[in-house]
């Protein structure tokens, strides 16, 4: 008899063949139909890794009163009405709600306005549906569902690969390694350790490169990121400054209640009627409490807030902008934090160093005619038409990968057809052996190699990026193919120069739309 969905989807997937795991899921290879589909998401819930639900306004409200400091006010306001003193203590419960107040609505609106990014953030994803392609929301994912991936694709859910095509995954939150996974349809072992599970793909990894198709096996908290996300699901952590205040509160009401106690002592010693001695020990334990405290800490850190929110910073916890002020060195992912993940073309240079028309064009076919993922510094190119552009069609294309480094286009016209390669400057030094100047004249490579590094290692000290772009004469009758690229690296090593590599070695500065470092100092010094 066959097994539950729920039971089949906790074993080791990975280990079973595409056809097992399509007949234990009911699945089939043209995915699920929408029928099935809406029964499975009741049954399984939405596919996310969201908390049910929220902190309520009232309980962030009575949240700003948690601190010792507060309390201590509200008991000196209470006992102030104890003592007939209802002028104190309305002024002292008016001080304590405004900082409260203050407090709140700074939180609630910093939760609003991260709810109201989340929304505008919508991940979506291709599945098939009734043997049809349909995106959909992320969180409509279900066990079963066929998805389809290509490069940049957000994988939804812990699925095993049905088919694949020069696939490279970013799975570095779950294994720490920086470069990206090749990955591949096929069986493994049930004990294979996650780093080497080469058939899985795991939900909040992303595709780099390639396409493939999968089945998705887990979705929301039974996926390894939703077991990540449980284990991390503890309190929020004390700041510096949270603890600070509380250590100080502590340390008035300890004063306070020693000096009460000795005051309250004296005077009885002394013989005064022991009600008027308490009475007066309560009074001076009022004085003695710093009302305007709590007002003052959310003024001040209020006016923070408002500060870093016109610079477009949303502050969620009003105690962590003094965390912020006290760092010493801050550690971010640069790009969409504080960068914007734009890149623009500095320059493009001849192999002697001199700028070059040539070398922007070719750069720019190599960019613009790619089959693949245009990544940010593709775009960067393509926005810096050469003026005097030539037409082409591509013939074929070697993708980019990984080891490589390199993407390579033949491209081909009435008259011309041409072999442009375009990456890493050393990845795309391997396979060449002469090198062109802006005038057209070609050298031997090894008599250029010298200053070429020296330039790239001063433009890499300097924070820019610098590319290669190398070039020769393809075949109408042949596509060019990786085995090329090898074969020119093989012979770029004789002194005949015989299959002739014709080189252009492009020093293609590629700086961010505002370098790290300028950026990064600028928006503190904002920030004040």
């Not at 799975?171 to 090749?182: D, N, Q, R, W």
């Not at 009401?253 to 000096?259: A, F, K, P, Y």
């Not at 050393?426 to 060449?432: A, H, I, M, S, T």
């Amino acid at each position: 008899m066959k097994e539950s969905t729920q039971q089949t989807t906790e074993k080791s997937f990975w280990s079973l063949t595409p056809e097992q795991a399509l007949l234990n899921l009911d699945s089939t290879t043209q995915g699920l139909s929408e029928k099935t589909a809406q029964e499975r998401l009741k049954q399984y819930g939405p596919n996310s890794l969201k908390r049910g639900s929220r902190t309520s306004a009232l309980m962030l409200f009575l949240l700003q009163f948690k601190s010792p400091v507060t309390l201590l006010l509200i008991f000196a306001a209470a006992l102030s009405f104890a003592l007939h003193d209802k002028t104190d203590a309305s002024i002292i419960l008016v001080i304590v709600l405004v900082s409260g107040l203050l407090g709140w609505w700074q939180e609630k609106g910093a939760a609003s306005a991260i709810d109201q990014l989340m929304k505008m953030v919508q991940i979506k994803c291709r599945v098939l549906r009734n043997s049809e392609e349909k995106e959909i929301h992320i969180e409509e994912v279900v066990p079963g569902d066929v998805v389809l991936l290509s490069a940049g694709d957000v994988i939804p859910g812990d699925s095993l690969i049905l088919e694949s095509k020069e696939l490279f995954v970013d799975e570095a939150a779950f294994t720490g390694e920086t470069y990206p996974v090749e990955k591949n349809s096929g069986i493994i072992p049930a004990d294979t350790p996650l780093a080497k599970r080469s058939n899985t793909l795991f939900m909040g990894a992303h595709v780099i490169s390639g396409k493939a198709k999968a089945l998705v096996m887990q979705t929301a908290l039974q996926t390894e990121f939703g077991k990540i996300s449980n284990s991390l699901r503890l309190k929020v952590p004390e700041t510096d400054f949270e603890r600070g205040v509380r250590r100080f509160g502590y340390m008035l009401m300890e004063i306070t209640m020693v000096l009460v106690v000795i005051i309250f002592a004296v005077n009885v010693l002394l013989h005064k009627p022991i009600l008027d001695s308490f009475l007066f020990s309560m009074a001076l334990a009022v004085g003695l409490t710093p009302q305007l405290l709590p007002a003052i800490i959310s003024v001040n850190l209020a006016s923070g807030a408002r500060n870093m929110a016109k610079q477009q910073v949303i502050v969620k916890r009003l105690s962590s902008i003094e965390n912020f002020g006290s760092m010493n060195i801050l550690c971010s992912d640069k790009t969409g934090t504080i960068t914007e993940g734009k890149v623009k073309l500095h320059k493009a240079l001849s192999a002697s160093g001199n700028p070059s028309d040539k070398v922007l064009e070719y750069a720019w076919l190599n960019a613009s005619l790619q089959q693949g993922f245009q990544n940010p510094i593709d775009e960067a190119i393509i926005t810096n038409q050469p003026l005097n552009k030539r037409l082409f069609e591509v013939q074929s294309e070697v993708p980019y990968d990984f080891i490589r480094k390199r993407l390579t286009v033949q491209l081909r016209n009435a008259s011309e057809n041409i072999v442009i390669t375009k990456g890493a400057l050393n990845q795309v030094l391997e396979v060449c052996n002469r090198a062109e100047s802006e005038e057209g004249t070609l050298t031997a490579l090894d008599e250029k190699r010298a200053k070429i590094m020296e330039r790239y290692e001063q433009l890499s000290a300097e924070e820019y990026r610098t590319l290669g772009v190398a070039w020769k004469v393809g075949n109408n009758q042949q596509n060019f193919t990786r085995k090329d690229e090898a074969e020119s690296f093989g012979f770029a090593q004789l002194p005949l120069l015989f299959y002739g590599w014709m080189l252009l070695i492009v020093l293609l500065y590629i700086v961010s739309a505002e370098v790290t470092k300028h950026f990064f100092y600028k928006r503190l010094e904002n920030m004040g």
